[in-house]
């Protein structure tokens, strides 16, 4: 599928500013937003058909990346879920029209929760700033959950004594850079613990046989989000990518449903 080339927002500040690169397909309707997964970026196959069945349908979208991430500028090393939450939230105040629907895979779900929360108390829900959530194997508060608590002592040490460690990773040669400012970082943005309310319906697609975010972490989601309207959709054989044809097919249809819903 062709990759078109973006157009590039600048946020931060002085020495931190970087130039965050968006894709938007102009439409009506509710505003669709994606947001990318841990080291992946807006061209995944998931994110590009999504796209493709928007413009199709006359539908707005928004893709992004996220600093060190894709096209986007600025190191990847200087991630936090702060810093790439205070992008995903300039994107969607420079792009979206009101209300949206955010898809968000992965740590995009974390991300979209984690925005959802910012834009119920400054918009307080008039007009509604958000209409709907899908959430793609949603790694909520991964950090902590996914990373810190499954490393070993020694691990965990070098984090916090030499600031870093290279996590090995199927969906790359290089390992991922764990720092110790992510982890450090995403204990300030944590949602488990307390009720989740993001004032829409969620919709919840998660792979059983997934093992980077394992399935029974989606029902913790779930039952942390005791107020909305949530729907948990299990596929017994799919993995963590869930980019199948017939996941995508899923993840579509889902939306349209959200999008039928919306009165715009």
Same mark, same amino acid.
């Given at each position: ?9 600048? *946020? ?6 970087r130039?965050? !690169? ?25 994110a ?13 979208? $928004? ?16 991630? &936090?879920?702060s ?7 300039? *994107?969607?105040?420079?792009f ?5 629907i955010? *898809? ?16 119920? !108390?400054?918009?307080?829900?008039? %007009?509604?700033?958000?209409?709907? +959530?899908?959430?793609? !194997? %949603? ?15 020694? $691990?965990? =040490?070098?984090?916090? =004594?030499?600031?870093a ?6 969906? !790359? ?5 764990? #720092? ?10 944590? +949602?488990?613990?307390? %009720?989740?309310? &993001? ?11 997934? #093992? ?10 779930? &039952?942390? +989000?005791?107020?909305?309207? $949530? ?26 449903? +959200? $999008?039928?819903?919306?009165?715009y």
């Amino acid at each position: 599928m062709e990759q078109r080339e973006p157009q590039f927002i600048e *946020v931060g500040d002085d020495d931190d500013k970087r130039a965050i !690169a968006v894709v938007e397909t102009e439409g009506e309707g509710p505003s669709l937003m994606w947001f990318p997964g841990f080291k992946s970026d807006m061209n995944g196959s998931k994110a590009q058909m999504l796209d493709h069945w928007a413009g199709e349908n006359g539908l707005s979208m $928004v893709r992004f990346d996220y600093s060190g991430h894709g096209r986007s500028g600025g190191s990847f090393e200087k991630g &936090t879920i702060s810093r790439w939450l205070e992008e995903a939230h300039a *994107v969607f105040e420079a792009f979206c029209s009101r209300p949206a629907i955010f *898809v968000g895979s992965s740590m995009g779900g974390w991300i979209a929760l984690l925005l959802t929360r910012i834009l119920m !108390a400054k918009y307080q829900g008039n %007009p509604t700033a958000v209409a709907g +959530l899908v959430l793609i !194997a %949603p790694a909520t508060d991964f950090t902590e959950d996914l990373m810190w608590n499954t490393f070993s002592p020694k $691990v965990q =040490q070098q984090i916090m =004594q030499k600031g870093a460690f290279l996590r090995p990773s199927e969906y !790359a040669e290089e390992p991922y850079v764990i #720092t110790r400012a992510l982890i450090e970082d995403g204990r300030r943005n944590l +949602l488990f613990g307390a %009720p989740i309310e &993001t004032g829409c319906p969620v919709h919840i697609l998660q792979g059983v046989h997934d #093992t980077d975010v394992p399935w029974n972490h989606a029902l913790k989601l779930v &039952t942390a +989000l005791a107020q909305d309207d $949530v729907v948990l959709t299990l596929i017994k054989d799919g993995d963590h990518r869930l980019s199948r044809e017939e996941d995508i097919e899923k993840m579509v249809n889902i939306v349209a449903d +959200l $999008v039928n819903r919306v009165d715009y």
